[in-house]
């Protein structure tokens, strides 16, 4: 069976690591193109005056406008040849990183997460969307980025919400690899550069891959509490390094190379859900996580685990705890009709995929937990 494993070139975590930023664009040339939010530049300024000034390089701002449309990368790209910069530096949040890849189109990419709310800043993928803010293309590409560098200073000091918004997103990662490897089903890492159109993945996830997947899992259960408590206080421990690189590279790396099934598929679905709009995609991804758990009829001490986990976090547990306060059957099925249209990844699940089984699913997930919350007296 063929496999493959996608990575990042160099991947840098630490303290104050942002303040090497300057080293690393002075491995391509003298000069980078800065994509980011003006807001998140502000945040970071001194220290990209500290580095620009000591390795004697040029940040080029773009003046990101927020969102990955076709216009705009082509505008970045644009500003990026009439300054001959050497170098693409996509900062912040997964818009910023999701437009500096589609630049760069895979070429000399550094990308600096300013959160760890997702498992992007490690992948060769990017998400395309139109002027209104609804969803385009997937853009694929060469290669991983060049330099993934986590500053845990800068995450530290960031709103603990996104925190566990990756940690939600991590959450799903070796459930879904778990499922993809049971079904032998192929994986976004042999996807070659350019649209999701017409592309087919041609091999199967690695045993790196899914090893990497399930540490997450573990992780997640040693350190996610303690990690939390940490970004409460702004402090950077042993835990909250742990639970960055899982949030970052193990749940990266997990699942591009070792794929995704039913929970992401049933997060999109779950788009039409107008109550859930103002919600985290971690958020979101980690009530799909135990919607997949039932769909699958995982064991009730796994189920529970997930749960307690969960829990212990803040994590959402019912479909109220993402502003989907009732149900139908009806609005559950257009979930499930979404979430099992035929290029999404839940039939990557190892058994036949059938509508009202995810819609049901769906519903009875959002009754356990609530009965979970009713057992734990929680609000």
Known sequence: MRKALILPTKYVQGENELLN????????????????????????QPQLDATAAKFN??????????????????????VARENQTDAIIGLGGGKAIDASKVVAEGEHLIIVPTIAATDAPTSHSAVLYHEDGSFDDYAYFKQS??????????????????????????????????????????????LPMGSREGLT?????????????????THLQEDGLKAKISADSNLVTESLNKIVETNILLSGVGFESGGLAAAHAIHNGMTVLPGAHGYLH???????????????????????????????VGLPLTLADIGVKTITFEEALAVAKIACIPEESIHSMPFPIVEEEVANALIVADKIGQNYKERHNLA
Not at 62 to 76: A, H, I, M, P, S
Not at 283 to 299: M, S
């Open 57 to 78: 390089i040029t940040f080029v701002e773009g003046g990101f406008n927020g969102e990955v449309t076709r216009e705009e990368t082509k505008r970045l790209q644009a």
């Open 21 to 44: 930023l300057g080293y690393f664009v002075q491995t391509f040339g003298k000069s980078a193109l800065l994509i980011a939010n003006p807001a998140d530049v502000k945040r970071v």
């Open 282 to 312: 971690g958020e979101k991804v980690a009530f799909a996580t135990i919607v997949q758990l039932v769909l699958e009829d995982a064991q009730k001490e796994e189920l529970e685990a997930v749960m307690d986990f969960s829990a212990s």
């Open 201 to 217: 993945p041609n091999a199967a996830g690695t045993y790196a891959a899914l090893a990497m997947a399930k540490l997450c899992w």
């Open 145 to 190: 980025p060049s330099v993934v560098l986590v500053d845990t200073s800068v995450i530290a000091k960031a709103p603990t919400r996104f925190l566990v918004a990756g940690m939600g997103d991590a959450l799903s990662t070796y459930f879904e690899a778990r499922a993809t490897h049971n079904s032998y089903s192929r994986v976004n890492a042999s």
